[in-house]
């Protein structure tokens, strides 16, 4: 059955580091640019990191500039954001998702057609 998988999250303390995987099983994502967005409870899904089909491009949410970076690996078939100098601000459900229509960095999240399950990132103050 083909989806995303994301891992990586979990409970760290704010100044700390996380890293988080999207892996996809049952098909290739190398043709497909690919993102990560965050809800934390009470508010809208976010924007956080978004890269194009090869890895090449990237765009990341104005919160995250400068402390997270998304990177893309085809021959591994997945996309991982590293997360640094984290905050309590950066507590949320992280998803990654995929866009089936365009090879190019997308950054609005009706862009995107598919979606993992999300992992839960706490950051503690």
């Known amino acids: 059955q083909a989806q995303l998988i994301e891992s990586g999250g979990g409970v760290v303390q704010a100044g700390g580091s996380l890293r988080l995987s999207c892996a996809a099983s049952?098909?290739?994502?190398?043709?497909?640019?690919m993102g990560w967005f965050r809800q934390a409870p009470g508010k809208e899904r976010e924007f956080v990191a978004a890269?194009?089909?090869?890895?090449?491009?990237?765009a990341y949410g104005d919160s995250v500039k400068g402390r997270f970076t998304i990177s893309k690996d085809n021959a591994k078939n997945l996309v991982a954001l590293q997360m640094s100098s984290l905050i309590a601000e950066d507590t949320a459900v992280y998803y990654c998702?995929?866009?089936?229509?365009?090879?190019?960095?997308?950054?609005?999240?009706?862009?995107?057609?598919?979606w993992g399950q999300g992992t839960q990132v706490t950051v503690s103050a």
């Open positions: 998702a995929l866009s089936w229509r365009s090879s190019n960095t997308q950054i609005k999240s009706s862009d995107y057609d598919w």
């Open positions: 049952g098909f290739t994502i190398s043709a497909y640019p």
């Open positions: 890269v194009n089909w090869d890895g090449e491009n990237t």
